[in-house]
């Protein structure tokens, strides 16, 4: 009788594991969405590799990315800003975005993920220790390097060997500020004197990406700071230097203070120097167009951001990081497993150098500079690779200042400058020694409440 | 031979017990009990459909896709018919202050610039009032005639929006990537990396299409174009145009929006709650073929969606479904042709639904599976519960005719036992009245003395033969305990008759009734 009764439990048991296990639906797949950085609106390089790892490792795992914004970091930073804050049309937070930690900050850090919980110590010391330090927000791994850059100055230089053979200037006097500063008069000059019945009507040479990164690292070259805890130093002589160099230059029309970025602006022949972020390698064309439909061949040439003589070779450290939207454990798994499989050496050096970045694991590193950069065939991204070399062996860098409002203070900054300068360059004749004491307490007064 | 007789012997008497017998007859009742559950499966359906219950579904969520795709395509038509309105009034309204023709802009970029500036407010505010990717119009003019291969060159503007997972923030960013230069400086958009003044008409090949269908009533002369791969850029995107006509009837161009595939992956999800893996497909019919390289998608899961734009899956039919296959994946589903625009031409629209079909054959296992395990089951339970009922309705049984037999007389609670203990002790006191009383001084009786001082005299083979009498067992159940034939057990017992002087089993029996009786006495 017992054994009966136990044979009719273990039948049961039996079938019940049976049918539980037949009625189980294979593991979910886990969709991640994406807001990425690199490529912009092009063909993007990062689309492709993202596609690699879903038709490879992701299969394997169940893991889908599908990018779902591609823009520049200023857009991305607005946009989550504003799903973070559940702004009206916003809509909802990706799974994974690239950002700089100013973004991780003003969005909340206890909404990210912190990447610790998925990576070991020791993992974390196969990285660059200055690349993960720049992402650790209140002891945590917030934003996780992916890829990292600096800024220098890419140049035109089918025009810069005529304008060269012209005037005497060489691509070297565009390492120093002072040489800088020479050639972009110089060039304003010769543009202008191009049509002599036009007065005033010079071309800039340069257009800054980034202009406010131009007066912190200036300032920084001279031996002080832009910053004054996190308000811009008004009082600091240094501070007021960096701005007046920055304000004459472009008052007098040498500096392009046009919306938008250098590379269309070189490539609308509006500019013919644009210092900017060392990924901008992948966004030139190969011509010039001209309003009427007309081209000119564009070949790009890069030399090291400038440094003022016998200053401290100093740039930015640039490169937004991976950030993940913490809480659901599978697309956490899955974001770090991407992380481990974009970071290793050969998918993260194969990015690198398709994109004009720098690996961010020490061994992708060493052997990244190691090699030289003879295989690469570009001769713009050749070049580019060399000038990075160049900077990497002899500048030291520092990533921006990490306050609560530095992401504001720069939106500001730039929009206020543009307002204060811009009617100087239509002006006609301006008297160019007040320019940078007058501008600056007119900037003072717009943002320094 | 003789084990097997006994083999057989055992087998008759195992059929022959009221507990064997009692499972025999439940049999059929489970064999009722399973054609029900049979006939139960069948009517709801359940086991021999799971096909026909994919098709159906796979119909429905066809239908509803299918009216949502039609419904979208010809209300973004709408929105281009009144851009499309709109600018032809600009257009008239600027040249006829500046006093020129249309065809006066040719060679005059800065008039074409000055006019893209004036449109640009129109195009933006459309492309808000509708839900696609970009918006664009294309003049049938060019900033240049003089340059080559200029005849395929046309001025206008195509704006795209960044965010392409959700086109609707307050300020979505825009991109510059035809039209002159300056339109992004004056309104602080952005170029898109491989922006360029003018438009091709190689790339946009619709133009050329809609110009010489020539056809003024903008209701009938709308498009759908198939997706153009866009030179250097990663959203491929499909375009619904329509001409911009003057009130005279006079060409300028063509309007309308673009619809890239990541965006249409996003505006149209497509979700089931009985597949993790369903994806729509408008896509171009060529043969067997479906160009989904040409075709929008929706649903994210289980086809890549930016891996796609060199996708050509090869359909074939497999039952009332299609078997689809890009090459990496195959897929099961269902498709029915579409028409999205008047001029869809020599464009077979083809829309489908599919699920990957390694979920599809997953899912058809498991509920055969799951049906199978449930009948097992069923019939595990029912032959378990037989052998436990058979056992518990027989032991009492069992066990008071063994009372019985040991002379018992103690009640049972079942009825028939009772009875029959009743009719034994009726049967007692019968023969007591007729004074067949069973006598000290009977026969038998006498006959117990030399019964016992004879029992002495059986060999060991005898004694235990005599015991297994005694236990109550039958020739044939002593011969099946002790492994012996039924002749051998008949052998001993015409020895044990002999050598204890009785003469039938029953006076055996009663004597050795009686010699228990004794037992328990002393």
């Known amino acids: 009788m017992k054994k009966s009764i136990s044979l009719l439990l273990v039948i049961s048991l039996i079938m019940t594991l049976l049918l539980s296990s037949c009625s189980k639906t294979p593991k979910e797949p886990v969709l991640l969405t994406m807001w990425h950085v690199y490529g912009n609106q092009t063909d993007s390089d990062m689309n492709e590799l993202v ?3 879903n038709k490879t490792v992701g299969k394997d795992k169940g893991i889908t990315i599908q990018v779902t914004m591609l823009a520049n970091s200023d857009y991305i930073h607005t946009a989550l800003v504003d799903a973070a804050n559940g702004v009206p049309g916003a809509g909802s937070l990706p799974d994974i975005f690239l950002a700089y930690p100013k973004t991780a900050v003003v969005i909340g850090t206890d909404l990210l993920l912190d990447w ?34 600096s800024e220098v100055c890419f140049i035109n230089n089918t025009v810069f060997r005529r304008f060269s053979a012209d005037t005497g200037y060489t691509l070297d006097d565009l390492l120093t500020w002072e040489g800088m500063f020479e050639v972009m008069e110089e060039y304003y000059n010769w543009t202008d004197e191009k ?69 269309t602006q070189i490539m609308t022949g509006e500019a013919l120097c644009e210092i900017g972020s060392t990924a901008s390698i992948a966004y030139f064309s190969e011509t010039v167009i001209y309003s009427d439909n007309t081209t000119d061949p564009l070949e790009v040439v890069v030399v090291p951001f400038p440094v003022f003589r ?91 200042p990490l306050f609560d409002d530095y992401g504001q203070l720069h939106d500001d900054y730039v929009v206020e400058m543009r307002e204060i300068l811009r009617p100087y360059q239509t002006a006609g004749t301006i008297d160019l020694d007040t320019v940078g004491n007058d501008t600056w307490i007119e900037l003072e007064n717009r943002l320094g409440g | 031979m003789k084990v097997l007789a006994g083999e057989m012997l055992t087998k008759n008497r195992f059929l022959s017990k009221m507990s064997s017998r009692l499972i025999l007859f439940l049999i059929p009742v489970l064999g009722i009990l399973l054609t029900a559950v049979f006939v139960f499966l069948n009517i709801t359906g359940l086991i021999w459909s799971v096909e026909s219950k994919t098709e159906t579904l796979l119909n429905a969520y066809l239908s509803d896709y299918s009216l949502k795709v039609k419904e979208y395509f010809d209300g973004v038509a709408a929105q281009s018919i009144r851009f499309s309105r709109n600018v032809s009034t600009l257009i008239e309204s600027e040249l006829e202050a500046k006093g020129i023709s249309f065809s006066n802009l040719n060679d005059d970029p800065k008039g074409i610039a000055e006019l893209e500036n004036k449109v640009y407010g129109i195009a933006e505010q459309s492309l808000y009032g509708v839900s696609a990717s970009g918006v664009f119009f294309i003049l049938d003019v060019t900033a240049n005639t003089k340059i080559e291969n200029a005849e395929l060159n046309k001025s206008g503007m195509h704006i795209k929006i960044g965010s392409v997972n959700n086109p609707n923030p307050i300020n979505p960013p825009l991109y510059l990537f035809r039209g002159a230069a300056e339109l992004a400086w004056q309104h602080e958009i952005i170029h898109h990396n491989h922006w360029k003044p003018e438009f091709s008409t190689k790339e946009y090949d619709f133009f050329d299409i809609i110009k010489e269908n020539s056809d003024e009533n903008l209701v009938k002369n709308w498009y759908v174009s198939p997706v153009i791969d866009l030179p250097l850029t990663w959203d491929d995107a499909a375009f619904v145009a329509v001409p911009i006509y003057g009130s005279d009837g006079e060409f300028f161009g063509v309007c309308g929006f673009e619809i890239s595939k990541v965006f249409f992956m996003h505006a149209h999800t497509l ?26 998608e929706s649903g994210a899961y289980g086809r890549q969606s930016v891996s796609v734009s060199d996708s050509i899956l090869l359909a074939k039919p497999k039952g009332v479904l299609t078997s689809y296959s890009d090459g990496l994946d195959n897929f099961i589903g269902i498709g029915e042709k579409i028409q999205l625009s008047p001029l869809d031409g020599d464009n077979k629209w083809e829309i489908t639904v599919m699920v990957l079909e390694s979920e599809y054959n997953a899912q058809t296992r498991d509920q055969r599976l799951l049906i199978y395990l449930l009948l097992v089951l069923v019939t595990a339970v029912s032959v378990l519960a037989s052998i436990l009922l058979s056992i518990r309705y027989v032991q009492p049984i069992t066990a008071g005719l063994a009372m019985i037999r040991k002379g018992g007389t103690e009640r049972t609670n079942i009825p028939e036992i009772d009875d029959l203990l009743d009719f034994l ?21 006498a006959n117990y003395s030399s019964f016992m001082s004879s029992l002495d005299t059986l060999t060991s083979r005898e004694r235990e033969v005599f015991d297994c009498y005694i236990e109550g067992m039958t020739a044939m159940e002593i011969a099946d305990q002790r492994n012996i034939s039924l002749s051998t057990v008949k052998f001993h017992n015409r020895n044990i008759y002999t050598k204890l002087n009785i003469g039938s089993r029953a006076e055996l029996l009663l004597l050795a009734s009686m010699m228990q009786n004794a037992e328990i006495q002393e």
């Open chain 2, 271 to 296: 979700s089931a709650s009985e597949f993790s893996n369903i994806s729509g497909l408008l896509s171009l019919r060529e043969e067997d073929k479906l160009r989904s390289d040409k075709g929008l």
């Open chain 1, 51 to 53: 596609d690699e790892f």
């Open chain 1, 195 to 263: 049509t002599p019945n036009a007065p005033y009507d010079g071309k800039a040479f340069m257009f800054y990406d980034s202009p406010f990164n131009f007066v912190q690292f200036t300032a920084r070259q001279l031996g002080g700071s832009f910053f004054q805890d996190d308000k811009i130093a008004f009082d600091d002589p240094i501070a007021k230097e960096a701005w007046s160099l920055w304000a004459k230059a472009a008052a007098a029309g040498h500096i392009n203070l046009q919306y938008g970025y250098g590379t």
């Open chain 2, 425 to 445: 002790a009726e049967q007692d006191a019968m023969r007591e009245k007729k004074g067949i009383k069973v006598e000290e001084s009977s026969p038998v009786v």
């Open chain 1, 310 to 400: 016998d200053a401290e070779k100093s740039a930015v450290q640039r490169g937004t990081g991976l950030c993940a939207i913490a809480g659901d454990k599978a697309k956490e798994e899955a974001a770090a497993e991407f992380v481990r499989w974009f970071t290793g050496i050969e998918a993260n050096t194969e990015f690198c150098l398709r994109m004009g970045y720098m690996p961010v694991k020490n061994a992708a590193y060493e052997a990244f500079f190691a090699g030289g950069f003879e295989q690469i065939e570009a001769a713009d991204q050749r070049s580019l690779f060399e000038s990075i070399a160049i900077m990497y062996r002899d500048y030291s860098f520092y990533p921006s």
């Open chain 1, 116 to 149: 610790n919980e998925y990576f070991t110590q020791e993992e974390m010391s196969e990285y660059l220790p200055a690349f993960v330090e720049e992402g650790i927000i209140d002891g945590e791994q917030i934003v996780f390097p992916m890829a990292k850059s």
